[in-house]
């Protein structure tokens, strides 16, 4: 086991290689050459399934579809209407009836001509999916956050591994351009030492609930299937609210509230910075409405709200200089000379991401956001969350993957999957 | 009280109610209370709760309570729940004694908390289940037996996996009990590695042999090189950047030798990826005698690998005649990271052709080296153009107030190219340094020729400051035509507000400055946040129109203030067939705004869009009025 687990430090080693050198490498002829100015043929395209077709999902799956060389095949979603809207929309795009439409997301993985998926289902189906296909021996790219609880994360992490598959989190602000620059100052010294590292969550206001809802009528298994919706959760008897995204979002069952929400981008984009991606920090505690965690070199990474520039940003720190960043594009930084000439674009599109995520699946590289690192960065925001559940200092050892002594904290760190499915 | 204050006062209100809701729920009843739950309780939702708080405390006393419900078919899962959580013996106890007695969907549940427990004991019951003719049971059991791992269940998987069902779920499995068993495996790895198992097993096969061989992988990896299977070389690719181990660079790097182009370019993948400078050597040679194409891998690999002792071979690369090398070339020196490599640059830009010499200037720049300002001041005054303006290059991008001066000098170049680099450094040193960078702009303003002065005159409105604009307002009457043209233009086009009196001067004169002046004060009165003194601007400016694009200016500026006083002015110019459409398409832009102001301005909006929908030149205009009628109601 030592073996296994500390070669996953080298294993980070290529990742944030990859990400840009993987299309600077002179391709020699290959069927499935990169980024073609034209279309490639249909056989020799990547067959796409898209597990989910809510708002993301259907946003993502433009952003495959935007590539020259991936195919939507089948789409997938347990609610009837998303689902034939999400089939009418890929057949118009491409003028063919050839996509299928499916409730069960399985006869997408038993399809041996389906080479990748893009999982955006709710939070709560994010590892147990992305396990089901690694095991069918797909290639995945997996929409934010990677999991509910942290074991299934690792458990996504070591079956990626295990089975040599390609897995990029949707954490796609490692791939856009003022993230990165902003990374880079970190990177390369000119903010000195790092000393804290500030990740804005989706807002205080999002009340992690637990609540079990009165049961209601349970829809036909066509207009929406509430069995498939839970997954591996915990049943209970079906209520309209659940599946809606505003309530599903704030339950400790579905998801990981505003951490998670907003943390597995900002937070992750904190670890990139704290160089950090095969760690993560050694305790974590409150401070007014902040949730902070302490690295070992110091750092802190400060879960909070209030910093400038749209969305998910983020400010990083050192003795030497800052930079803040954020969605809008916007970048300020301590000396501004730092900055240079240089303006961004707002927004945070997913096309370099997903691009990526395709030059790997055919170099077989570690993509940018790979399952390793996006398990370390969705660890920090869980043991945050406990932290939060629990209202006490918890100490974290990312070594063993574990609260050292804290048995009820040790608790939270798993949930039991619901039959069939297993982690 | 301040929205601010109320804001603050809900958000304390919403943590506090968050604080409690979380203790509630990982808090509760104690252990014994939640026991007598389980055992008397026939209410769903009770023993759902009860369930989930002994996955938060329960003990060893919980177990015979929870082991009765692991047979229930919505409360099974909520057992496990609570059972998989317990160090507890006899939690496992529980599980195995219930695989017999359970219906099917259970079993596979069952099964996958043995394996989350990793129970040893369990590695028999597994077995059996491996047979199970429910396939969701026998995976699950097949998973399990992975995960506990040991000599047991790696021969019970092996014996199972012989008869050839469920190939993949037994490979997974084998291959987590190997790599997380005690001891060594690599036959068993070896042997997953071949054809007769699916691409993800031997993939990952491929993975555990090198990662827990790794002295043995050079040749495992060489072997792969050499295959047919591209993907399989691909993978070969990844690990050689990731298996640990001092030594293995050289060894894999001395594989190079014997590749095919093919081979070594992703052999070079690999090699960048593993970032280790054990490697350079063989990669420096290959970058010298290699085919092309392995060449400009070979020097893309140094990006991560090479030292400052590359470069001058990279910079004879950037000023050679191969466009793709030097490409590939520059982008290596701009990515490489060890120490030295930005005074090598600056050295070996000294000696360089002026193209070259250029390139090495951009290269620091990108580089964000502290030394690339200070080496571009220096070539600031080279004798070629082509360096002069890749110098100015650097200046607009690192450039401060401090070196206005120098650039303000190259303004009266001779070389027009110098001349316009010079220019746009400038403007970006203005407008990043704003008020620092007025001193040398007015100085040498004073005593510019016309040329150098238009240009100094434009910088005055990136400054923007109040001194810039003072500085500013003589130049609008200059002698010079040119100086008088840019100064205007400027006005006309400046940031702030202040700007607006001495606009709205201009624009009552009938001189030739009048058009651009009311321009830029229609511009600036759009801007104005506050809205009466954005109507009072837009009436005066109203009242100086003499053409339909001055007409047109203000009517689209109308169109982005939904006010009582815009949707009277646009209306009178509704009939109007110079303006007409237009006015009819600011109104519309501001109708859906000003109709929700009160229940008046909602029916004179009414009014203006029934107007337009019936006289309006455009059928599109007419359409939108008339859909937006519709949405009013």
């Known amino acids: 086991m030592a073996t296994h687990k500390t070669s996953r430090r080298a294993f980070l080693r290529g990742a944030a290689a990859s990400a840009a050198g993987a299309a600077l490498f002179p391709n020699i002829v290959r069927a499935e050459t990169l980024g073609n100015a034209q279309r490639a043929g249909a056989n020799s395209r990547l067959a796409l399934g898209v597990i989910g077709m809510g708002g ?214 904190c670890q990139w910075a704290n160089q950090a991606d095969d760690t993560g920090p050694t305790k974590f505690w409150q401070e007014g409405d902040r949730y902070i965690g302490q690295y070992e070199n110091g750092a802190k990474l400060i879960l909070r709200t209030g910093l400038r520039f749209g969305t998910c940003p983020v400010k990083i720190v050192g003795d030497e200089g800052w930079v803040e960043t954020g969605d809008s594009g916007e970048i300020d930084a301590y000396p501004k000379s730092l900055l240079g000439d240089r303006l961004f674009e707002g927004g945070y599109p997913p096309d370099n991401h997903v691009r990526a995520f395709l030059d790997c699946v055919y170099t077989r590289q570690e993509p940018n956001a790979n399952a390793e690192i996006a398990h370390r960065s969705i660890s920090a925001c869980h043991v945050a969350n406990i932290c939060k559940r629990l209202g006490r200092e918890i100490a974290w050892d990312p070594a063993t993957e574990t609260c050292p002594g804290d048995e009820e904290a040790n608790r939270l760190l798993h949930r039991a999957y619901r039959e069939p499915w297993y982690l | 009280m301040s929205c601010t204050r109320l804001s603050a006062i809900a958000f304390f209100c919403c943590a506090a109610l968050f604080s409690a809701a979380a203790q509630a729920a990982d808090s509760g009843p104690p252990e014994p209370e939640l026991i007598a739950t389980l055992e008397t309780s026939t209410d769903w939702q009770a023993r759902y709760e009860a369930c989930y708080q002994l996955r938060r405390m329960g003990t060893a006393a919980s177990v ?77 059991a097949i998973a399990a037996l992975g995960r506990i791992g040991g000599p047991e269940a790696i021969g019970a998987l092996l014996s199972g996996a012989a008869a050839g069902a469920h190939r993949m779920a037994y490979g997974d499995a084998l291959l987590d009990a190997g790599t997380n068993s005690p001891g060594k495996h690599w036959d068993l790895f070896k042997d997953l590695m071949s054809n007769t198992w699916p691409e993800p097993v031997r993939l990952g096969a491929f993975r555990a042999l090198a990662v827990s061989a790794p002295d043995h992988s050079p040749k495992l990896i060489g072997e792969v090189l050499s295959g047919d299977d591209v993907r399989m070389r691909d993978f070969a690719a990844q690990l050689v950047a990731e298996v640990p181990g001092k030594g293995l660079t050289r060894k894999y790097a001395a594989l190079l030798a014997n590749q095919p182009s093919e081979g070594a370019i992703t052999l070079l993948r690999g090699l960048a990826d593993r970032g280790d400078a054990q490697a350079r050597k063989a990669v420096l040679e290959l970058a010298k005698t290699g085919a092309p194409e392995v060449q400009l891998a070979a020097l893309q690999t140094l990006s991560s690998i090479g030292t400052a002792a590359d470069v001058p071979m990279l910079t004879a690369r950037i000023g050679g005649e191969a466009a793709d090398q030097a490409e590939y070339a520059r982008k290596s020196l701009a990515a490489l990271r060890t120490d030295g490599v930005d005074e090598a640059i600056v050295k070996a830009s000294k000696k360089s052709a002026p193209a070259t010499r250029a390139a090495l200037l951009e290269v620091l720049a990108e580089r964000g080296s502290s030394l690339a300002l200070p080496t571009a001041l220096e070539a600031l005054s080279a004798k070629d153009s082509v360096v002069r303006v890749a110098a100015f290059g650097t200046v607009s991008q690192l450039g401060t107030a401090s070196e206005a001066e120098a650039t303000i000098a190259a303004l009266a170049s001779e070389d027009e190219a110098t001349r316009e680099a010079a220019s746009k450094a400038l403007g970006r040193i203005c407008a990043r340094e704003q008020a620092a960078a007025l001193p040398p702009v007015q100085t040498a303003l004073a005593s510019a020729e016309p040329a150098t002065a238009a240009v100094l005159v434009r910088n005055l409105g990136r400054i923007g400051s109040a001194e810039a604009l003072a500085a500013l307002l003589p130049q609008v009457d200059s002698a010079q035509p040119d100086v008088a043209a840019a100064a205007l233009q400027t006005l006309s086009e400046w940031p702030g507000q202040e700007a607006r009196p001495h606009l709205l001067a201009l624009a009552k004169t009938d001189g030739p400055a009048r058009e651009s002046a009311l321009k830029g004060f229609v511009r600036l009165a759009r801007a104005e946040t506050d809205a009466p003194a954005k109507i009072a601007a837009l009436q005066e400016a109203a009242a100086l129109t003499k053409s339909k694009q001055d007409r047109w200016q203000v009517i689209a500026a109308w169109g982005t203030l939904p006010d009582p006083a815009a949707l009277t002015a646009l209306t009178a110019d509704l009939s109007d067939a110079e303006v007409g459409n237009e006015a009819a398409s600011a109104l519309i832009n501001i109708a859906t705004e000003l109709a929700k102001r009160d229940e008046e301005s909602k029916q004179a909006v009414k009014a203006a869009l029934e107007t337009i929908a019936t006289q309006a030149e455009s059928q599109a205009v007419r359409d939108r009025a008339a859909k937006l009628q519709a949405d009013l109601g």
């Open chain 2, 64 to 140: 015979p309570a929870l082991a009765k419900l692991l047979n229930d078919e919505h409360l099974s899962h909520m057992a496990r729940y609570a059972l998989e959580a317990m160090d507890a013996p006899e939690a496992g106890a529980a599980l195995r004694d219930a695989l017999g007695t359970v219906d099917a969907p259970r079993k596979a549940g069952i099964a996958s908390s043995l394996g989350v427990r990793r129970d040893n004991e369990a590695v028999g019951a597994l077995t059996a289940l491996t047979q199970d003719a429910d396939a969701a049971v026998a995976e699950s």
């Open chain 1, 56 to 269: 993301r999902g259907v946003q993502v799956m433009h952003a495959f579809m935007a590539q020259p060389d991936v195919q939507v095949r089948a789409v997938c979603d347990v609610f009837g209407d998303r689902r034939a809207n999400a089939q009418a929309a890929v057949h118009q795009s491409y003028n063919d009836t050839d996509c299928s439409a499916h409730i069960d997301f399985r006869e997408i993985l038993d399809r041996e001509d389906i080479d990748i998926v893009l999982i955006a289902t709710g939070d709560n189906w994010h590892s147990g999916v992305s396990l089901c296909a690694a095991r069918a021996g797909k290639d995945i790219y997996c929409e934010k956050p990677m999991s509910v609880t942290l074991t299934e994360s690792r458990a996504v992490a070591d079956t990626m591994r295990r089975l040599g598959r390609v897995y990029q989190c949707g954490t796609q602000r490692r791939s856009i351009s003022h993230f990165r620059f902003a990374v880079r100052l970190a990177h390369t010294g000119r903010l000195g030492n790092l000393t804290e590292l500030h990740a804005e969550e989706a807002g205080a206001f999002q009340v992690l609930n637990y609540d079990v809802l009165p049961q209601e009528p349970q829809p036909e298994r066509d207009v929406f299937d509430w069995d498939m919706w839970l997954g591996p959760a915990q049943w209970r008897p079906y209520n309209v609210e659940y599946p809606k995204r505003g309530y599903w979002s704030g339950h400790v069952d579905f998801s990981g509230g505003s951490i998670t929400e907003w943390g597995s981008h900002t937070g992750d984009i």
